[in-house]
């Protein structure tokens, strides 16, 4: 009887280090084994969103840029240029990644002075998508 448990508990351990959900074992007609293992539940994570605001001086003008806050693609086409005016919480577009549109929001006012994707192009968590000449609001 000490050989079978033995048996049974290798199989228990192939099960586990070669990520098997399932295993069966037969020897003879007498001693049939089927190991079945339930999947572990797939672990959620939520990220916060952050959004931050880098201050760059240059030639006595306050220079701030808008960063993307997600992974995907960034449109913003008709409702943001270069030249425009914005203002704190203004929507600037939206990222779209597997069906979801996150909507990108200014965290400082001022004038838009460089977009730096193309609408429609990837961006990653960070990347410096507009710059803004900052009026403090």
Avoid: H, W
């Avoid at 070669?18 to 572990?40: M, V």
């Avoid at 539940?41 to 931050?52: A, D, G, I, R």
């Avoid at 069906?99 to 730096?116: D, H, M, N, Q, S």
Wanted: overall charge positive.
């Amino acid at each position: 009887m000490k050989k079978e448990e033995f048996q049974v508990e290798d199989l228990i351990n192939i099960l586990s280090e070669c990520g098997l959900t399932e295993l069966e074992y037969q020897q003879d007609e007498n001693i049939k084994i089927k190991i079945k293992k339930s999947p572990e539940p797939k672990k959620t994570f939520v990220k916060e969103k952050l959004e931050v605001s880098k201050v760059v001086q240059k030639k006595d003008e306050l220079i701030k840029t808008i960063v993307s806050t997600g992974i995907g693609k960034y449109y913003y086409e008709n409702l943001i240029s270069i030249g425009d005016k914005i203002k704190v919480g203004q929507d600037l577009g939206y990222i779209f990644v597997m069906g979801l549109k996150t909507p990108l929001r200014a965290t400082v006012g001022g004038e838009i002075t460089e977009i730096t994707v193309e609408n429609g192009g990837i961006v990653d968590y960070g990347k410096i998508l507009i710059k803004v000449k900052s009026t403090g609001r």
